[in-house]
């Protein structure tokens, strides 16, 4: 009898332990962006054009990136 119980809690140990991996697998899964989906969005890699015009920069920030040193 000690056995069947044993082996009963041992199923639902392993139960709950691949539930809480299966979650949290997917939850990992579903916040992983490509690298490529979140520079898309950043003014640093968009030139400064696309990043003033689409108000990621103010225009003192676009005027400082496109001046001319001489």
Same mark, same amino acid.
């Given at each position: 009898?000690?056995?069947? %119980?044993?082996? @009963?809690? $041992?199923? +639902? ?8 991996? =299966?979650?949290?697998? %997917?939850?990992? @899964?579903? $916040?992983? +962006? ?8 950043? =003014? ?27």
């Amino acid at each position: 009898m000690e056995t069947i %119980f044993s082996l @009963l809690w $041992s199923l +639902v140990v392993g139960t709950v332990k691949f539930g809480v991996n =299966a979650f949290f697998f %997917f939850i990992r @899964l579903a $916040s992983d +962006v490509s690298e490529e989906e979140q520079n898309a969005n950043d =003014a640093s890699y968009m030139d400064p054009w696309n990043a003033y015009s689409n108000g990621h920069i103010s225009y003192a920030e676009y005027v400082e990136k496109t001046r001319i040193n001489k």
